[in-house]
């Protein structure tokens, strides 16, 4: 069964409305510039409540790795993606500072984008599109890595089941593809999303 990470979670009334359709993570961003950031005594909310019932992932960009270590440790996170430019030994050094898994990410727009994650020892591989949009969900078949893959970018309900046909991640990852306004969820779209998840598992099956 593939598992769901809803990500761009702002509000804890947003993280609990997701943590109800059982998904593997719930991903909080910590990016000033992002309409999506989450705030940190937000943040510290959602950890309160939710860490015993789904993993939470802290997610960075280009930040300093003190202040990655902070964060993590003051708000106890599992799981910790990297969605800049981050190199293999920025990464190794954040799982080793702590002790989290690590998520390291990378917009795709050609083969050579999927190669460029091999170096990558990190604990799963999130392969993304640009701008909200999918990327050629072909382009995994270049993978040559045992690393788990979660794949993200332009899923909604309507499309998700194909993705997972064409590439059979361990996660799915969705943001704006559940939202009514950037950084608010919609109930709706993400009861329909957990729900397309689901039966694409069935297929499976």
């Not at 270049?142 to 089941?161: F, K, Q, W």
Request: overall charge neutral; hydrophobic content about 45%; charged content about 25%.
């Amino acid at each position: 069964m593939t598992r769901v990470k809803f990500c761009g979670i702002t509000s804890l009334e947003d993280a609990e409305l997701c943590a109800g359709f059982d998904p593997w993570a719930l991903g909080m961003i910590f990016v000033p510039s992002s309409p999506r950031r989450c705030k940190q005594s937000e943040a510290a909310r959602i950890a309160g409540a939710l860490r015993r019932r789904v993993e939470l992932a802290g997610v960075f960009v280009n930040a300093t790795l003190d202040h990655v270590v902070h964060t993590v440790e003051a708000l106890e996170l599992p799981l910790v993606q990297l969605h800049g430019d981050e190199g293999p030994a920025y990464a190794a050094e954040v799982a080793r500072r702590t002790g989290a898994k690590v998520i390291k990410a990378a917009r795709v727009r050609s083969r050579a984008d999927v190669v460029a994650m091999q170096p990558f020892r990190t604990d799963f591989h999130l392969l993304d599109g640009t701008g909200g949009e999918a990327f050629d969900w072909r382009l995994v078949r270049a993978r040559r890595s045992p690393v788990p893959m979660i794949v993200a970018g332009g899923l909604t309900a309507d499309n998700v089941e194909d993705a997972i046909a064409a590439t059979h991640p361990f996660a799915v990852d969705v943001a704006s593809g559940v939202e009514a306004s950037p950084g608010h969820k919609d109930p709706e779209k993400v009861a329909a999303f957990a729900a397309a998840v689901e039966r694409a598992g069935a297929t499976v099956a």
